[in-house]
């Protein structure tokens, strides 16, 4: 390990001592450094070290990241999947952050749509035009177009499987259904303004999303859409790192503004 590494590593574990919250870690860390009456530490000590100070740095970020979430229910699994999905980052291990990173999603979604009232607003509007535009003359935005909630929530214009689905459970829906779904009633609050073409923006990250993570369940056969995705998401991995931390972020928070 570099000396600059070494010297930021020793100011930062002074630090951290330092808190009053912080007295566990400053006596584990006595105990770790009395190894045979020697006050010499060898490289895989600094190792254990560092690494317990990564994980205390992933565990606060992880506390502090859903601090105020209003599904208290499942903000518990929520920090502990932020967590594995941070340390598999910093293993590069680009399937099980996929993996992860879904599963904070999911979880949210199948938390979300068993609600009543969500499920009735579906069923009850899915003729309603999905994209308000501004009528100048009224002075206002108002629902016009022919692209119904049910078209956008199911990406079908066949009225016929657009009634089959709406009225089965929400539970049983196409994971790819009950995102659209929660995009468009929490995360838009049910408005979308002049066109659709930021709520298909935000769906194709977590499109992308979700083809990673389905890199863990290799075998099932890919459609070429699907194909087309994982090609362009394995050389980038390095980019999609980022892309999918800055959606999830973007994702909870604005869904957690509408709860």
Known sequence: MEKGNLEKLIDFVIELSKLNENSWFKEDLRRKLLVNNSSELSS???????????????????????SDFKLFAVKEKLIQDFIRMERFRRDDNFEDFCLAAYQQIELMISTLIISTEFS?????NKDLPAVLKYDYAKGEFIRRGNQTIGKLIFQTSDQSKINIQITAPVQGWF?????????????????????????????????????????????????QYQQNIIDDLIPNQHKYYFKFLGFLEDFITTINKHL
């Open 44 to 66: 895989t000590q600094l190792d254990e070290i560092y690494e317990h100070c990564v994980y205390k740095i992933i565990n606060e970020h992880a506390q502090r990241f859903y």
């Open 120 to 124: 009735n607003y579906f069923r009850e």
């Open 175 to 223: 994971f790819i259904h009950k995102y659209r779904a929660i995009l468009y009633y929490y995360y838009f609050n049910k408005e979308l303004r002049t066109n659709s073409d930021l709520f298909d923006r935000i769906y194709e990250i977590g499109n992308f999303l979700y083809q990673g993570r389905n890199l863990n369940h290799r075998g099932a056969a890919q459609s």
